[in-house]
C-alpha cells in the first residue's frame, strides 16, 4: 500500500518540485517583465495649472467620488474621473475631451510608449471578460508585440493604464503555479481541498516510509545470500 501510495503522490511531489525550482530560477520581477518597461521621465503637472473639478464638471456624467490627474506613457495629461457606480471617465486636459473608452490606435501608442525599445505591435484586441492571463480592470486593449518573448500589455480602456504585462515565461510560470497549488481552473486558489489532501498525503507517505525504512532493511539483510 505504501509503495502505491508513494507512486500516486509521487506525479504531484514532482510537479513540486519542478515548479519550485523554475520559481527559484527566475527573478519574479523578469517573470513581471520589469525589464521591458521604458524609463521615461516625465514632466511633472503643475499644480497651478490643473483645472478645479467645478470647470470638468460639463464633461461628467454625474460627481465624481475620486479626481486623478496623472501622465500617461506617452507624457498625456490626463484626467480620470472615478464614480461610485459606473466607469471612470478619462480627459484629456489640453484638449479638454472626454477620450473613453479608448480606441484601438490610442491604446497601441500607450502599449508601445510604456515598453522599451518600442517593439513592433503584431496586433490590439479588446478583451470584456477575465481570463487565466488578465483579471484587471475591463474592458482592455491587449496589445500583442512581435518580440521573442511574446510580450503583450494591458491598457484598461476607461483609464488608459497600463494594467498588466504577460510574455511567454509568465504564462510558463502561470501554468507551474497552477500545478504547484493544484487550482488548474483560476490558478489563484491556494487552499483548496485537494492540494491540502495531497499534502497531508505527501506528509503520511514520508512519515510511513521513515518508519518502514529499519524494518525493511531488517528484511534484506535476512534474505539467504
Known amino acids: 500500500m505504501h509503495k502505491w501510495l508513494a507512486l500516486i503522490i509521487g ?29 521615461r521621465q516625465a514632466a511633472p503637472l503643475d499644480p497651478a495649472a490643473l483645472p478645479a473639478p467645478a470647470g470638468l464638471a460639463p464633461l461628467l456624467p454625474q460627481q465624481p467620488i475620486k479626481l486623478t490627474f496623472e501622465r ?26 472626454v477620450i473613453s473608452p479608448l480606441d484601438e490606435a490610442a491604446a497601441r501608442d500607450i502599449a508601445t510608449a510604456h515598453v522599451a525599445n518600442s517593439p513592433a505591435v503584431r496586433e490590439a484586441t479588446l478583451i470584456t471578460h477575465a481570463s487565466p492571463e488578465y483579471r484587471g480592470a ?18 484598461a480602456a476607461d483609464t488608459g493604464r497600463v494594467t ?13 503555479w497552477a500545478l504547484h ?5 483560476d490558478h489563484e486558489n491556494f487552499n483548496t481541498g485537494l492540494l491540502i489532501f495531497a499534502t497531508a498525503l505527501a506528509l503520511i507517505v ?3 516510509g521513515i518508519v518502514l525504512l529499519p524494518y525493511r532493511l531488517r528484511w534484506m539483510r535476512r534474505r539467504p545470500g
Open 72 to 97: 500617461d506613457a506617452r507624457g498625456v495629461a490626463l484626467a480620470i474621473a472615478e464614480f461610485q457606480e459606473g466607469a471612470p471617465v478619462l480627459i484629456d486636459l489640453a484638449q479638454r475631451r
Open 206 to 208: 514520508t512519515l510511513a
Open 11 to 39: 506525479v504531484q511531489i514532482l510537479f513540486w518540485f519542478v515548479s519550485g525550482l523554475f520559481f527559484a530560477v527566475y527573478p519574479i520581477e523578469r517573470v513581471r517583465s520589469e525589464h521591458r518597461v521604458a524609463e
Open 164 to 176: 498588466a504585462r504577460r510574455s511567454d515565461l509568465w504564462r510558463a510560470y502561470d501554468a507551474l
Open 181 to 185: 497549488i493544484m487550482d488548474w481552473r
Open 138 to 155: 475591463l474592458p482592455a486593449w491587449r496589445v500583442a508585440f512581435a518580440d521573442a518573448e511574446g510580450l503583450a500589455v494591458y491598457v
